[in-house]
């Protein structure tokens, strides 16, 4: 394909955009470790960027009226399925991201959880059948009496939260041992009951990379005929090829009902592709979403979006014929060579520790609580002091439970391909980093910050205002007007950690807000061209 050349009015355009990717985070060469995943092959990328293009003008929203989206989306099931040792039986859909993948997986189950235990009345007779897409029928379903439960261990991924806010599940919280981050399968084992939708597994979980009990568990979820999801967002396009795991976590598994694996994370895609699949037509089809009864087209969709852009499944689809599985089985070598290099060093840092055991290309570095409190290192005043040396790492703030003790603060670390080029220098940077912190206590015994956490509490429990807002981020040390945040985003973290969750997500909600306030913008001094 050529590219047609851009006119100069065009070109600058395009310098501007450059120009505003100035401010971003480096995306290649490892220098961020968290969100973006490079493979370390330029050829890889620009291959993706191409194959986006040639579909850029597609509407993904309906595969009979343009035949290559269903193409490209049956070849790439059915290689994530025979990653996932998947048979015939499983089937499934790309989605947007793994948010979505997590989201479908949840309302497929609660959908299924309705068709099954709730009382329907007779003259809806949609509703009676369980293998009935739950489309419009499910709006006509009378208020439910009983919310399910979803039952998950306190790692599983943010998304879960926000599934059951999202479809009225109850997210039940399992504690997991905070030394080790790992949940205990019995204690999964004892929430089941017949009011349990769904139980969430990750192989492994986002914070600290613990492969859940996966097959403990299952066994019991069978034997009560309770769906079970494996989160393998992160893990689902790298545990298949990662050296040395022999445990099954997929559909290995027979309990397992659906996975969800993203392909724009380990699968080198740009934004905007995940794989979500279930055992069994049947469960797939409550994940639709139908409806005739409008003047309009008739919809269908499988996933949340109606429009969206084929770019991203034309870009991994392209990525996965390209590479094959033996370009996959490579890529994750590389990584696993650079994640256990990492890991054996980090670990030898006084006063650091990688939590529990990490299993795949991620794992989450905590205070060694075994040597005296003036040689550890607290790990968000690491990634501080990290920053100052070009390595982004990701500040995890601890967590409180309901009955084992809170979870540490920590700093998360995902490693790619191309990591492997760079781990000297990252294990001298971290080393420095830690040399340059070690002793000084966490924010969060700042005695200062409690004052002003209490002072922050009382204005904001008051029906909030504008004027409140704007005391609140003052105080935080953030621009009220335009959201900017300080450079010691250790404070805020501590912040956000001391504060009751309804105020710090407020809080949070505000910053993040603020940053997209619409621009005035300057109209270009040349009107545009008509003809
Ligand atoms: C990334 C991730 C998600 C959410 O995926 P997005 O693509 O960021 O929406 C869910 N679960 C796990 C374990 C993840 O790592």
């Not at 033996?326 to 070598?333: C, M």
């Not at 450079?487 to 105020?503: G, K, T, V, W």
């Amino acid at each position: 394909m050529t590219t047609p050349h851009l006119s100069p009015k065009a070109q600058a355009v395009i310098k501007q955009i450059t120009q505003f990717r100035e401010l971003d985070a480096p995306t290649h060469g490892g220098r961020v470790l968290s969100y973006v995943y490079d493979s370390g092959l330029a050829e890889l990328d620009e291959l993706a960027a191409q194959a986006a293009r040639a579909v850029q003008s597609v509407n993904g929203l309906d595969p009979t009226t343009f035949p290559s989206v269903a193409m490209m989306e049956r070849d790439v099931l059915g290689f994530v399925r025979d990653a996932l040792n998947g048979d015939n039986n499983v089937v499934g859909n790309v989605t947007s991201g793994g948010t979505e993948s997590c989201l479908l997986a949840v309302k497929t189950a609660r959908d299924l959880w309705r068709a099954t235990h709730q009382d329907t009345p007779a003259h809806q007779p949609n509703n009676t059948d369980p293998a009935t897409p739950s489309g419009a029928s499910a709006r006509t379903t009378p208020p439910t009496v009983t919310m399910p439960r979803l039952v998950a261990p306190a790692t599983v991924h943010a998304a879960f939260h926000k599934a059951a806010a999202y479809f009225d599940l109850v997210l039940d919280l399992v504690d997991v041992d905070p030394t080790t981050g790992a949940v205990n399968p019995a204690d999964v084992i004892d929430r089941l009951a017949d009011d349990v939708a769904l139980v969430v597994l990750s192989a492994p979980n986002y914070p600290y990379a613990q492969l859940d009990p996966i097959a403990d568990v299952a066994t019991a979820t069978e034997a009560a005929n309770i769906p079970l999801h494996v989160d393998a967002c992160i893990g689902g396009l790298a545990l298949p090829w990662w050296p040395g795991l022999t445990t099954p976590w997929d559909f290995r598994v027979p309990g397992v009902t659906s996975i969800s694996a993203d392909l724009h994370k380990y699968g080198y895609a740009p934004k905007g592709i995940s794989v979500i699949l279930h055992r069994g037509p049947h469960r797939h089809r409550h994940q639709y979403f139908a409806v005739t009864a409008w003047p309009g087209y008739p919809v269908v969709n499988p996933t949340l979006l109606g429009s969206k852009s084929p770019g991203p499944l034309a870009a991994a689809w392209a990525i996965i014929t390209y590479l094959g599985t033996q370009g996959f089985t490579d890529l994750t070598a590389a990584t696993h060579r650079a994640t256990t290099t990492l890991t054996t060093a980090l670990n030898r840092i006084e006063g650091l520790t990688i939590q529990g055991t990490p299993t795949g290309p991620l794992f989450a570095l905590v205070e060694d609580t075994t040597v005296p409190p003036n040689r550890r290192v607290n790990p968000h005043l690491l990634v501080d002091a990290a920053r100052t040396h070009g390595w982004i790492l990701q500040a995890q703030p601890g967590a409180h439970q309901r009955t084992q003790p809170d979870l540490p603060q920590s700093a998360h670390l995902t490693i790619t391909p191309v990591t492997e080029h760079h781990t000297h220098d990252l294990i001298t940077a971290l080393t420095t980093a830690a040399d340059t912190v070690r002793g000084t206590p966490s924010p969060l015994t700042d005695p200062d910050l409690h004052t002003r956490v209490t002072a922050l509490i009382d204005t904001l429990t008051e029906p909030t205002t504008n004027t409140t807002l704007t005391t609140a981020l003052t105080a935080l040390g953030i621009n009220p007007t335009t959201g900017d945040l300080p450079n010691d985003l250790s404070h805020i973290l501590a912040y956000a950690q001391l504060l009751p969750a309804p105020i710090a997500e407020q809080l949070l909600t505000e910053i993040l807000a603020l940053l997209v306030t619409p621009t005035h913008r300057k109209e270009p001094d040349e009107p545009p061209h008509t003809h």
